[in-house]
């Protein structure tokens, strides 16, 4: 336990304390990984940006630190705005100013907004904008605007007065345009009178502004229509790949891609060309990244985004969901149940819902309520639940009574009390919460610790970070506390290997001590 001594000093019976004030201060206090305190260092706000920068902010000046944390760069009267490698951005009276994460200013703090991109700053000041080349270190006007950004691949599309747009930092500044958007990485998407096309990082067309209608697919593919002629074209930084055309009718239904031959569906399209060509196909739905095929034959097959049949073709199945360890949730009449790749029926169509396999068991719907079922279609868990979700790593999710559990493959509760609602994280633990409170249990499902805490998240092998009020500590994953619930913040610097807990210490400002005739101030810190 932390001992505080406000005096460090016995005084005589008869002296009387006429007054003390007491003050606090923060501190930081620098562990190594097995929570070895190394050392205090100075006051403020500590910010680990990045890998290795490390920023603090402290009596209204903003250092960059070392590894050893001691300020190399100091900049006076100045707040952290934003972090977005490789620039800072801060605020002083009002004003924006930039740095390099290497602790190099590159604009100073006179900028009404500062955007950042890679390479480059735009920067405003009234309607004026201004560039920072990071290869040439240089600042350079670019004109005057009703309003200016950068686009997604670096360059600045900016608009005038009268509602036009010009791209400032292309071969052609002045040149205008009706209108300009960025919806991908690489391209801009440009319209003029004669058309729409497209523009790379460099300011320059890639497709010539001829064409009808252009829509964004995703990542750097668009879809086109000029006059009867379809394209598919991969807008890369340089050109524009058209990887598809046709002069059949190409349209986006429902979210998916498809071609029309002489009126009748006959493909499913992806991004860069053909999916599926298959006669007799009558209609196409997606779920998620596969697509339910139906024909007029009326039988239906599973495809994945590869173009592969998950599940062929079959009649037995109106609508058929992605699944695993060979069995597929199909929807056959009114209910549900399973059929393998080549269609067959494997467990009848008796449930109400169905959920993929997983480690041999579905969780299955009857009526209200949700149990476990195997391959065989045997009933392994009873259906007790209000919801039950698949299993991972032996551990379910289920919901009974208005309470949550995690259970194992025999039925078993794990935990000691119910939930309000448990999520499992990416890194496989559970996160637990109950009035408003969070515990946490691990993969296996065994307890750590019950909700008590308003923060807690894991920070690593064996390190979990835990927040009562306004207080953070770190725990172990079989409860103990390696530091207690005292700090007032608690940052982790891996690149440094380094644990910094930013701590309380108590002081006494003054201290006023009469003797009829004398006084005495002093000073204490905590220990």
């Known amino acids: 336990m932390r001992k505080v001594y406000l005096l460090s000093f016995f005084l005589p019976f008869y002296l009387t304390l006429l007054s003390v004030s007491i003050g606090f201060g923060q501190t930081w206090e620098v562990f190594d990984q097995n929570f070895n305190l190394e050392k205090k260092i ?3 706000n500590i910010y680990l940006l990045g890998n290795s920068l490390r920023i603090n902010v ?44 290497y602790g190099e200013q590159v604009l100073p703090p006179i900028y009404d907004e500062i955007s950042t991109f890679y390479t480059h700053l735009l920067a405003r000041k009234g309607q004026e904008y201004f560039i920072y080349d990071r290869g040439s270190r240089t600042t350079s006007p670019i004109g005057t605007f009703a309003g ?25 500044p002045d040149y205008r345009f009706q209108f300009l958007a960025d919806p991908g990485p690489d391209a801009i998407v440009s319209q003029e009178s004669t058309g729409f096309g497209l523009i790379n990082r460099e300011g320059e067309y890639i497709l010539d502004p001829i064409i009808d209608k252009i829509d964004h697919l995703e990542g750097t593919y668009y879809f086109a229509k000029n006059e009867k002629e379809y394209l598919l074209i991969d807008a890369l930084s340089t050109d524009a790949d058209i990887r598809y055309n046709s002069f059949h009718r190409i349209s986006i239904e429902e979210g998916v891609m498809v071609e029309y031959i002489h009126g009748k569906l006959r493909r499913i399209m992806k991004n860069d060309g053909i999916l599926l060509d298959i006669l007799g196909m009558d209609s196409v739905r997606k779920i998620n990244d596969h697509y339910n095929v139906h024909f007029r034959n009326a039988t239906t097959g599973l495809l994945n985004s590869q173009g592969k049949w998950e599940v062929r073709p079959t ?32 467990i009848d169509s008796e449930y109400d819902q169905v959920e993929p396999f997983s480690e041999g068991l579905a969780a299955v719907k009857l009526g209200s309520k949700w149990g476990y079922i195997n391959s065989n279609n045997e009933l392994n868990i009873p ?8 299993f ?13 559990y995690l259970i194992d493959s025999n039925g078993e ?73 005292y700090y007032s913040r608690i940052l982790f610097d891996e690149e440094n290997d380094k644990i910094l807990a930013k701590s309380m210490q108590i002081e006494i400002e003054s201290t006023e001590i009469m003797e009829g005739k004398k006084s005495r101030k002093k000073k204490n810190k905590g220990a």
């Not at 306004?470 to 079989?478: F, L, P, T």
């Open 42 to 44: 100075s006051p403020g």
């Open 58 to 101: 402290w009596e209204n000046d903003l250092s960059f630190l070392d590894p050893e944390y001691r300020p190399f760069i100091t900049v006076d009267s100045a707040s952290l705005y934003q972090y977005l490698e490789p620039w800072i951005i801060i605020k002083n009276s009002g004003k924006y100013g930039a740095f390099h994460e």
């Open 148 to 172: 200016a950004r950068l686009a997604k691949n670096g360059q600045v599309i900016a608009q005038l007065a009268d509602g036009a747009y010009t791209l400032p930092l292309s071969p052609t």
């Open 315 to 346: 009649a037995a199945a109106s609508l058929l969901f992605p699944g695993n360890e060979g069995l597929f949730a199909a929807k056959m009449g009114e209910q549900f149940g399973y059929v393998d790749a080549a269609g067959n029926t494997i």
């Open 383 to 390: 259906m007790v639940y209000d919801w039950a979700g698949s």
């Open 392 to 404: 991972t790593h032996g551990v379910a999710i289920v919901r009974e009574n208005q309470g949550t």
């Open 413 to 485: 509760k794990l935990l000691p009390v119910s939930s309000d609602r448990i999520s499992r994280m990416r890194d496989g633990y559970y996160l637990l919460e109950k009035e408003g409170l969070l515990g946490i249990a691990n993969p296996n499902g065994q307890l750590i610790s019950l909700p008590q805490f308003e923060e807690i998240r894991r920070e690593g092998t064996d390190r979990i970070l835990i927040r009562k009020g306004a207080n953070y500590g770190i725990m172990r994953e079989n409860g103990d506390y390696v530091l207690p619930l």
